[in-house]
């Protein structure tokens, strides 16, 4: 029975009930070492055991000693129902996520949320069959592999009928907190002195009534202190018979009680090697024990103290003298005791005992902890042990113990020269997967270790990327670019990387004179190399549109265009070269090009967690897709995004604001076209670009204003000219339609020649309708309807609407209203489908003006999704498009059936009852 936590217990009880009733949730249970977190765990256990309807516990125990090793707690939880049915019922991805997490394969996950995805799909599967309680005590000392995928689980359980309790040790340790955000949680406090009362009568009912008052005081209310300070005292001042000492235990104090009583049962040995193992495998703690002296007595006697609990064959042991049972300590502070208080000699014996006695097969890992445990110096055998421990984890998708082993590893290096390239590894580990600030603090270590110029530029490229991620990426330039010159005369593989990266973060600053900088860096590894070759045209194409070059403009073009050829046809191992060949793609105005490799980029950076990457390539993709067309694609791409920036929250703050800005760019384009200015502002001008606000300054007739926001941008230097250049359709609008066309002159020039280099239809149409709006009059018909003609060939419906529209505005102040009509209802079909409601309304202005009424309804419809939940949306928008619940839940970080229940919860919300309905209802207008 539980004494004074009657309101806890009705929070727990709360949260069995919803679950249940099918609405599952999770519950961090937190407070002081022997608060009562376990004691309130048992109670859910036992309430869950007399529910009406059979429900499966699932428990697991964080272990000190296992908070390097990767999924251990996760194997722990889920060891009692990994069969290989359920296994297979996995989706496929998903499977081999898991199986590789936990050895049961020899396979890699194929992202670094999958594991978790599996997990919660599990537990889901589980949850079908029966109600489904997770109880996690010690949280704090989960290894972070499995905190990460349980807490991934825990937090997404809408629509389950799972509970997922949680017990932590105060404080909560700060890489953990990001995780179990969201998480409600129940703090626990000291007993009062009436519960207090209570709990002694119950535990210790033999204590006299003064003696009870002093331990209740004495306890502060702390439950286990008030069971365990009895224990203290002898029987006869239990008894009030014999004065008590000056000062009993307190709390903080119950180590060294734990300690004293460990030694006076003279299983200090055993003791200490269970602490040290951690899963509680009592052969192997026996083993172990053995060969330092100790064995199954003392185990026994420590059982009869009530410090250890032994279960399986423990009591018995088998017919070879064995044990196969588990091994686990009443509470952690016993174990804390047994570890703590062994002198450090003795601690590495137990470890070096471990280590000798486990099986090198099947537990490569722990074998390899044990010995950086028993070390007590350098050892290059074991650092070369631990290097290996950790690029098995990243290949497990478990990146903090990949760190964690590459760091241990680092620290025993015989060498500084060893410890600065496994400090490197590290590092490059943390910041692939976000972990901006560890990386940037484990390579300002490696700098002071090392002069070796390779190392240093490996770790420049660390450094770049974390000036990079955390706002500054001119910094970032400079430091790219201050590794990669001594990189040049001596290793072109180590130059390259970093004069990408230079050339990036330049360009995200529209900074010409770096731009040059790289290209002339670039220019000395020789231009016959074509990565290279494209950094110097980049730069060419600068200059070329700045001094009006037109044919150095074709011949940059060209080699661009052949670049990014080359790697679509090649797909070269490095990501760089491909995120490169995706902006060369953007430079040459290459649609279909640029979304096949944005596309695929981005299924890569989600399966090797290149999470710095994933917000740009994301952002690619979504942009590509809304400039041809597919608003649908783009708001599912911004859908993802989100729910990556809310799985990766627990990594760093840069790749989740990245991803973010991707929703970001999506609202504010959209809004920009629709000429939404509430909706621009609310996602943010700043996220939508100059080019989006010129656009919705000219969809709403304010045409001096985009023209010189345009120019403005423009003058910003010749990188934000040539990023420009798809915008000059709208910066030559605004100047004809503000009166002054010879604005417009240099501008066309420039884009024109980009045109017709790039060989691109919507370009070319694109500056054959600003021909046709700046040129000769007697010209202006021929020019639009050869405009039409390459828009057929494909490219940007929206551009192609644009151009009809005009058309038929030329048409019809040539009094040709019948031909007007044709080109107008289009436009305005296309408009509408888009969303672009302003264009819209003009086209239909101008139908009205032709006298065609047809398609005189209004252009505004309402948002169907409006009563919609924002995750309901996500899910109605993904299934409206055609993809499959599993496929759902997979791409927005769900369990199938919370897909089901986001759908059950929608449908009557917009007055439909089946999936056929729900895509009818978001379908665009027909084209």
Known sequence: ?????????????????????????????????????SALLGEAARRAGTAGS?????????????????????H??????????????????????????????DEAPEDRFRTGLAVLTLLSHLAAEQPLLCLVDDVQWLDPSSAEALLFAARRLEGEPIAF?????DPLPAELRPLAAGIPDLRLASLDATAAGELLAERVPGLAAPVRERVIVQSGGHPLALVELPSALTTAQQAGAAPLPDELPVPNRLLVEYQARIEA???????????????????????????????????????????????????????????????????????????????????????????????????????????????????????????????????????????????????????????????????????????????????????????????????????????????????????????????????????????VLAWRSAWAVADGALVRRVAELAGRLGPEHLPEAALMAVAALNTAVDQEDWPMVR?????????????????????????????????????????????????????RSTLLSLGDVLGTLATVQLVTGRKREAESIADEAESAAATIADVAAAPRDR??????????????????????????????GPAAVALLDLGLGRYEQALCGLEDARRSGPAAAVALLPATGDLVEAAVRAGVPERAAGPLAAFTAWAEAGGQSWAGAMALRCAALTGPEEEAEKRYQAALARHREGGRPFEQARTELLYGEWLRRARRRTDARPQLRHALAEFKRLGAIPWAERARVELRAVGDDTLDAPVARPDPLGALTPQERQVVRLAAGGVGNRDIAARLFLSSRTVEYHLYKAYPKLGIGSRRELAALLADPPR
């Open 265 to 499: 049962l003279g299983a200090r040995t055993v003791l200490l090697v269970a602490a040290a193992e951690g899963s509680g495998e009592l052969g192997t703690v026996l083993a172990a024990a053995g060969r330092l002296g100790a064995g199954a007595e003392e185990l026994r006697a420590a059982e009869h103290a009530g410090l250890i609990h032994l279960g399986g064959n423990g009591n018995t042991g088998s017919s070879q003298g064995g044990w196969d049972g588990i091994l686990r300590f009443r509470h952690p502070l016993i174990r804390a005791a047994a570890y703590q208080g062994a002198e450090p000699a003795e601690r590495r014996a137990a470890h070096r005992a471990l280590a000798d006695v486990l099986d090198a097969d099947r537990c490569p890992d722990r074998i390899a902890w044990h010995l950086a445990a028993a070390a007590d110096g350098p050892d290059e055998e074991v650092a070369s042990r631990l290097e290996r421990v950790g690029q098995s984890a990243w290949e497990r998708g478990a990146f903090a113990a990949s760190i964690a082993g590459r760091l241990r590893a680092a620290e025993l290096s015989a060498t500084a020269g060893e410890r600065a390239r496994r400090l490197l590894s590290a590092a490059q580990v943390a910041v692939t997967t976000g972990r901006v600030d560890q990386a940037g603090e484990l390579a300002g270590q490696a700098l002071e270790l090392t002069a070796d110029r390779r190392l240093r530029a490996g770790l420049g490229m660390v450094r770049g990327a974390v000036a990079d991620a955390n706002g500054d990426p001119r910094a970032a330039a400079y430091i790219f670019l201050d590794h990669a010159e001594p990189m040049v005369p001596v290793h072109r593989d180590a130059a390259v990387p970093l004069l």
């Open 165 to 169: 309790l949680l017990a932590a040790r």
């Open 1 to 37: 029975m539980l004494y004074g936590r009657d309101a806890e217990q009705s929070a727990v009880a709360g949260l069995l009930e919803r679950a249940w009733d099918g609405q599952g949730g999770a519950l961090l249970i937190h407070g002081i070492a022997g608060i009562g977190k």
């Open 54 to 74: 059979a429900v499966r516990v699932l428990r697991a125990t964080g272990v000190e000693a296992e908070a390097r090793l990767p999924f251990a707690a996760l």
């Open 76 to 105: 722990l939880l889920l060891r009692p129902v990994l069969t290989e049915e359920r296994l297979a019922a996995l989706p496929g991805p998903q499977r081999r996520a898991l199986c590789g997490a936990l050895g049961l394969a």
């Open 555 to 607: 011949r940059a073009m060209n080699t661009l265009r052949g670049f990014v050829a080359d790697v679509r046809d090649h797909n070269p191992d490095s990501h760089l070269i491909r995120l490169l060949a995706m902006d060369c793609a953007v430079l040459t105005g290459d649609d279909e090009a640029t979304l096949d490799l944005a596309a695929a980029e981005a299924v890569r950076c989600f399966a």
């Open 659 to 688: 991803l973010l800005a991707v929703a970001a760019r999506v609202s504010a384009r959209t809004a920009a076209s629709a000429g939404d200015e509430r909706a621009l502002d609310a996602a943010g001008v700043r996220a939508a």
